[in-house]
T-cell receptor
Framework: QKEVEQNSGPLSVPEGAIASLNCTYS??????FFWYRQYSGKSPELIMS????GDKEDGRFTAQLNKASQYVSLLIRDSQPSDSATYLC?????????FGAGTRLTVKP | NAGVTQTPKFQVLKTGQSMTLQCAQD?????MYWYRQDPGMGLRLIYY?????TTDKGEVPNGYNVSRLNKREFSLRLESAAPSQTSVYFC????WGQGREKLFFGSGTQLSVL
């Protein structure tokens, strides 16, 4: 079992809709949780980080963490075509940082 | 600031050849990482280094060696390249536990092994 699991997609949503991305992890000792966005041919860039249970909002993005269920999610409100990318869930325990396989999101105008 | 610098950007090797990927960061970070990325596989951790003088295996260390030369530099070596090592390689660095945790990535190295 991979340590960080994501639905590979592709996920397609119309412009203006809410995109919902999900991630589960296996290590209960994980300390920090991240969502990265990666455009084709580019390096990943950080969108959100979350450390405690609950929701964290930043603009159109909301990250949700449930440690009991070992579940992390990312909601993108008012999705824009520029949000079309691969979204990578990442989990840190001490200095060990692991990524999921990524979910490809397409936002259609 | 240059951030994280990786060289080379592209490389073609023949099976059995060796090469070293270089990575340097100028942000005084303690932790450095090497990942590989294959289509549909996300980023897979090869090796990481929590501090100068220490290295640890990640998910896919076989066929690779690393050296944390000093705090700035972390190199990845392929001793005898195989076609299965064709991939995009990313170096990254960070310092954790400072409230604004973030991995800083290099621009990647596209490696083809024929």
């Amino acid at each position: 079992q991979k340590e960080v699991e994501q639905n590979s997609g592709p996920l397609s949503v119309p412009e203006g809709a809410i995109a919902s991305l999900n991630c589960t992890y296996s290590d209960r000792g994980s300390q920090s949780f991240f969502w990265y966005r990666q455009y084709s041919g580019k390096s990943p860039e950080l969108i959100m980080s979350i450390y405690s249970n609950g929701d964290k909002e930043d603009g159109r993005f909301t990250a949700q963490l449930n440690k009991a269920s070992q579940y992390v999610s990312l909601l993108i409100r008012d999705s824009q075509p520029s949000d079309s990318a691969t979204y990578l869930c990442a989990v840190r325990r001490n200095n060990d940082m692991r990524f999921g396989a990524g979910t490809r999101l397409t936002v259609k105008p | 600031n240059a951030g994280v610098t990786q060289t080379p950007k592209f490389q073609v090797l023949k099976t059995g050849q060796s090469m070293t990927l270089q990575c340097a960061q100028d942000m005084n970070h303690n932790s450095m990482y090497w990942y590989r990325q294959d289509p549909g596989m996300g980023l897979r951790l090869i090796y990481y280094s929590a501090s100068e003088g220490t290295t640890d295996k990640g998910e896919v260390p076989n066929g690779y060696n690393v050296s944390r030369l000093n705090k700035r530099e972390f190199s990845l070596r392929l001793e005898s390249a195989a076609p299965s090592q064709t991939s995009v390689y990313f170096c990254a660095s960070s310092s954790w536990g400072q409230g604004r945790e973030k991995l800083f990535f290099g621009s990647g190295t596209q490696l083809s092994v024929l």
